[in-house]
Nanobody, 112 residues
Framework: QLQLVESGGGLVQPGGSLRLSCASS??????IGWYRQAPGKQRELVAS???????QYADSVKGRFTISRDNAKNTVYLQMNSLKDEDTALYYC????????WGQGTRVTVSS
């Protein structure tokens, strides 16, 4: 099993940016996704990246979020730009095809 540690969340104004990090060990052969869960809503997959670098995004974040990975550092990033109130959520990373125990997540709050 992989241990997943998310970081980088915080409070940001609408239109602002944040970069989230997902650190683990041994996940270089896995596709990794960033998920989020807003209050009262189900967890949703917002972006994913395969080992070769191909990415996919939910329509709600396309053009604003960018997922990337640094295999040498065993880290996957989520660059979030043009943040909106509706991006407020607890953000997690995991392997969509081989789910691991969920980490604690990192909270993103978008508010003026």
């Amino acid at each position: 099993q992989l241990q997943l540690v998310e970081s980088g969340g915080g409070l940001v104004q609408p239109g602002g940016s944040l970069r989230l990090s997902c650190a683990s060990s041994g996940f270089n052969s896995y596709a990794i996704g960033w998920y989020r869960q807003a209050p009262g809503k189900q967890r949703e997959l917002v972006a994913s990246i395969i080992p070769g670098g191909r990415t996919q995004y939910a329509d709600s974040v396309k053009g604003r979020f960018t997922i990337s990975r640094d295999n040498a550092k065993n880290t996957v990033y989520l660059q979030m730009n043009s943040l909106k109130d509706e991006d407020t959520a607890l953000y997690y990373c995991n392997a969509p095809a081989a789910p691991q125990p969920w980490g604690q997540g990192t909270r993103v709050t978008v508010s003026s």
